[in-house]
């Protein structure tokens, strides 16, 4: 099983970014796929999870409102969409993958929001 985030980089304060993460090696329909950041001397934190159907999602209080999580089944690809972009934000992102005991970690990708 292989997990490729993409889409990170420099932005500006109030920019937006969208990150993918393309699995493979997996039935991905099957898995809850997660979103999760860590930034520099703090610990990872969970910013958004969606469930395998797609039919529910959840997200960190502090990111509620800017970031949306989607999948796409077809392309194997799970998305987060994030707006309003702080210089908190700054982290390394990284997705995840859940299916009973099975747990996948993608390589991450940094995102820096600075001026």
């Known amino acids: 099983a292989r997990l490729v985030e993409s889409g990170g980089g420099l932005v500006q304060p109030g920019g937006s970014l969208r990150l993918s993460c393309a699995a493979s090696?997996?039935?991905?329909?099957?898995?809850?796929m997660s979103w999760y950041r860590q930034a520099p001397g703090k610990e990872r934190e969970l910013v958004a999870v969606i469930t395998s159907d797609g039919g529910s999602t959840n997200y960190a209080d502090s990111v509620k409102g800017r970031f949306f999580i989607s999948r796409d089944d077809f392309k194997n690809t799970v998305y987060l969409q994030m707006n309003s972009l702080k210089p908190e934000d700054t982290a390394v992102y990284s997705c995840n993958a859940v299916w009973k005991t099975l747990n996948y970690w993608g390589q991450g990708t940094q995102v820096t929001v600075s001026s």
């Open positions: 090696g997996v039935t991905f329909s099957l898995y809850l």
